[in-house]
């Protein structure tokens, strides 16, 4: 049996996990996942370019760098990440923020239906 250091072992549960991310975005439902957002995401996100609430505005998300809204203060945390807001990236962080961002601001547990959150995926990458 092979053994990884935790370093590789991490890495690796990143890799195989961004893979099956990938694999339940692709069945993702644009019209579901605008139900999905207003009612899991409205509340502290905004679609429209420049208008934040509780949370930064969600306007174009998909693909823009993490933590680069120039109007909204986000924690240090997040800064740091430096991510690409990709599907695969979005998925495993809208699973479980805090998992995802420990020490991160974000007040939500997470979306745990793997269907759902690949539809507020889909739903998100219309807005442009």
Known sequence: MMRFHDGRRAALVVVLGCLLAGQALAAGDVARGGDVFDSECSDCHSLKAGKNRKGPS???????????????????VLRKTHWTWTPEQID?????????????????????DAGKRADVIAFLSTIK
Do not use: H, T
């Open 92 to 112: 495993v962080y809208i699973k479980l923020p805090k998992a995802s961002v420990p020490g991160g601001r974000m007040k939500y547990d997470g979306l745990a």
């Open 58 to 76: 969600l306007f174009a998300v998909v693909g823009r760098a993490s933590a680069s809204q120039p109007e909204y203060n986000y924690s240090d």
